[in-house]
């Protein structure tokens, strides 16, 4: 790299007045010509750095050694023994032999470059390769990757391509068997779809070759290490404090709640957050397709769905698993995400002694939400009238909680919706808060604020039934409202 960064200076143009050959060359006549060859020949170089598609041949020489060492490596290190070395013996042993390497190639490299050079290769042996760095990057929430030369990350709500690539597609699938492997599933012609995590709890999904066309697709939610608390969203503008403290209140009252939204607008964020407000005492059995909740109570119970073997058996789905959890006997149940038949089983659960269970969904507005639950329970082939369902649907959810992922990147609660009851054949709802958007600034950046509706919700008394610190007599809702 650094020699293209010299490519531009012999682009400049001498100044009129002083020709530099002729101060090295004492006779006259030669000198035009000598002055004319080179300004006529410079500007040819300077093309070189117009892009940084330009940088790649060079990235693309370091990636090729790099998987030249990591092949060397294999060959010279002991496998047997790798697995009795610590992580710390390991990088020593695999920094050593990148230095007899660096140097039978008569390799340039100062000690800085040797260290990140010794560390790429330890992450292609026992990482993810050259996403490895964009795994220990806090500021990115998404790793998407479409085929081996094309990797994009989120950072705060914008997509940005990085220079990062993999080798060819056979080293994209590499790194793609390795995550899978890691928590028992596969993935390959016969089945080319797979969701899976990776140890640190981020989310995994990839799709390959039949159904991905230009090379492995992967797409990464990354865990976060810190889990965002109620305060946290506060403090980032995502609620103000007066419906964090509603729904606080709520989930300790063991009010059954819902949030809804669509993809990558903070659903799993907000589960976690609300779910501080569950009592140490209770035990809670979680049901996830991939394990991602990060929840703090020391009673919880993990269970993960399971996808079928090669011969098409053995598939464990969430709903026997929702059957299972409530045999162990859960306080609450909480639910991932809600995809299909196992609706109807979580609507039993919260139904028959399991009030504040939560679970999410896939819905654009709480009205939405209520209809996707509709279309999954009939999914389970269940003969159940309309107005059975939603009479089912009333009295076991307490709350729909909204949210969005705005067009400048921000996440933030649009809606707390109540759910009230059955009027005819309608399930009856009502807003206690909602998010009204006002303007967009000239840079994206998208004000509103939240307000309250002047409703008073009817889990307020459930509250105050339970002695919960929230001051139930004097709520006005009609008095919340903050800009943002």
């Known amino acids: 790299m650094g020699r293209f960064s010299l490519a531009p200076k012999p682009a400049a143009k001498p100044e009129p007045d002083v020709p530099p050959v002729a101060a090295a060359a004492p006779a006259p006549a030669p000198a035009p010509e000598s002055v004319a060859t080179p300004v006529a020949a410079a500007p040819e170089p300077a093309p070189k750095p117009k892009s940084a598609a330009q940088a ?63 560390a790429s290769i330890y992450d292609e042996m026992v990482g993810l390769g050259p996403i490895e760095p964009l795994l220990k990057d806090d500021s990115i929430n998404d790793i998407l990757i479409n085929g081996p030369f094309q990797v994009y990350v ?42 899976a995590r990776l140890p640190d709890g981020s989310r995994v999904n990839a799709a390959i070759n039949p159904i991905a066309i230009d090379g492995a697709a992967v797409s990464i939610r ?42 990558g607008s903070g659903k799993t964020t907000l589960l976690n957050a609300l779910s501080a407000a569950i009592s140490e005492g209770e035990r809670l059995i979680t049901i996830e397709d991939a394990a991602e909740l990060q929840l703090q109570q020391p009673h919880v119970v993990r269970m993960e769905t399971r996808p079928p073997n090669i011969e098409g058996k053995g598939e464990i789905r969430q709903r026997e698993l929702v059957k299972n959890a409530l045999r162990m006997r859960p306080d609450r149940v909480i639910l991932g995400e809600v995809r299909a038949e196992e609706a109807f089983d979580m609507l039993q659960a919260m139904n028959t002694g399991h009030e504040g269970s939560m679970a999410t969904i896939h819905a654009n507005n709480p009205r939405e939400a209520i209809g ?53 054949n309608v399930v009856q709802m009502q807003d206690i808060f909602t998010f009204n958007r006002t303007h967009t600034a000239p840079d994206g950046t998208v004000h509103g604020e939240f307000r309250a509706t002047g409703l008073r919700p009817r889990c307020l008394d459930e509250m105050t039934r339970r002695g919960l610190p929230y001051d139930t007599a004097n709520f006005d809702p009609s008095k919340v409202l903050l800009s943002c």
């Open 372 to 424: 996707r639950l509709e279309q999954m329970i009939a999914m389970g082939g269940m003969n159940i009238s309309p107005d059975a369902m939603r009479q089912g649907i009333a009295s076991a959810i307490g709350l729909i909680v909204q949210a969005m992922r705005l067009p400048d990147g921000k996440r933030k609660l649009t809606h707390v919706t109540e759910i009230v009851g059955m009027e005819g």
């Open 56 to 118: 790649a041949p060079p990235q693309g020489g370091a990636l090729d050694m790099r998987l030249r060492l990591h092949a060397r490596l294999i060959d010279e290190l002991d496998l047997a023994k790798l697995d009795k070395l610590s992580e710390s013996e390991l990088r020593r042993e695999v920094m050593k032999l990148t230095a007899d390497f660096a140097r039978a190639e008569r390799m340039a490299l100062n000690t800085t470059d040797l260290q990140e050079l010794g």
């Open 222 to 263: 990354k865990f976060s290490k810190k889990p965002l608390t109620l305060e946290k969203l506060v403090e980032v503008g995502a609620m103000p404090q007066a419906v964090a403290d509603f729904l606080y209140g709520a989930v300790r009252a063991r009010v059954s709640t819902v949030i809804s939204g669509g993809t």
């Open 154 to 195: 989120e950072r705060r709500g914008e997509l940005e391509l990085t220079p990062v690539h993999f080798r060819d597609n056979d080293h994209l699938l590499r790194i793609v068997n390795r995550i899978v492997a890691g928590v028992g599933r596969r993935i390959d012609e016969s089945q080319p779809m797979v969701d």
